[in-house]
T-cell receptor, first 118, second 111 residues
Framework: DTGVSQDPRHKITKRGQNVTFRCDPISEHNRLYWYRQTLGQGPEFLTYFQNEAQLEKSRLLSDRFSAERPKGSFSTLEIQRTEQGDSAMYLC????????????????FGPGTRLTVT | SQQGEEDPQALSIQEGENATMNCSYK?????LQWYRQNSGRGLVHLIL?????REKHSGRLRVTLDTSKKSSSLLITASRAADTASYFCATAQGGSEKLVFGKGTKLTVNP
């Protein structure tokens, strides 16, 4: 299967602990995105990368959140000192850019990591 | 904050009927995309329509876009029980590549 994969699929942690999630995008995609989704809501943008460069960050991404994409392939999202309000589904997506126009194609989403902070 | 508003919030129909969902947005866009999400799962891309397009078809799906009214609609024809899911519209705006999602329409297709 060559889709977007995320690990772990589920994570239960105690308040105050640090957690790290991993996303492996579709191999030829140069753009990678992180979103967060809470129950009954649509996904909300957190950050995105083009290759290894982090190009945009949402104000939702507090200083407890950090994302990396060190070699322009997989990405990690770390949450430090988790709070109960961090409980959500964390979604990763990837897309490619048109080599001639630079326009972006559709984003393909992974299955998500469901985080529960107790 | 979320850009789009889907309407209705929930829709229940019988198998074989058509389902229409609407999406309104606030700012100018580069493109608008529709996604499906089965309960507790990831999002599946359905269709992308660019700002200079008015209508697009994919199988049983038909999407329209009216940029003057800042609205889009998704029509699913001859619905099936397997179409039961939440449907989201998402917009890409200006120079940003992020998608801004609405709250979604929850569609239930009864067998």
């Amino acid at each position: 299967d060559t889709g977007v994969s995320q690990d772990p699929r589920h994570k239960i942690t105690k308040r105050g602990q640090n957690v790290t999630f991993r996303c492996d995008p579709i191999s030829e995609h140069n753009r990678l995105y992180w979103y967060r989704q809470t129950l009954g809501q649509g996904p909300e943008f957190l950050t995105y990368f083009q290759n290894e460069a982090q190009l945009e960050k949402s104000r939702l991404l507090s200083d407890r959140f950090s994302a990396e994409r060190p070699k322009g392939s997989f990405s990690t999202l770390e949450i430090q000192r988790t709070e109960q309000g961090d409980s959500a589904m964390y979604l990763c997506a990837s897309s490619s850019t048109n080599p001639t126009s630079g326009g972006t194609y559709e984003q393909y989403f992974g299955p998500g990591t469901r985080l529960t902070v107790t | 904050s979320q850009q789009g508003e889907e309407d209705p919030q929930a829709l229940s129909i019988q198998e074989g009927e058509n389902a229409t969902m609407n999406c309104s947005y606030k700012t100018s866009i580069n493109n608008l995309q529709w996604y499906r999400q089965n309960s507790g799962r990831g999002l599946v891309h359905l269709i992308l329509i660019r700002s200079n397009e008015r209508e697009k078809h994919s199988g049983r799906l038909r999407v329209t876009l009216d940029t003057s009214k800042k609205s889009s609609s998704l029509l699913i024809t001859a619905s099936r029980a397997a179409d039961t899911a939440s449907y989201f519209c998402a917009t890409a705006q200006g120079g940003s590549e992020k998608l801004v999602f609405g709250k979604g329409t929850k569609l239930t297709v009864n067998p």
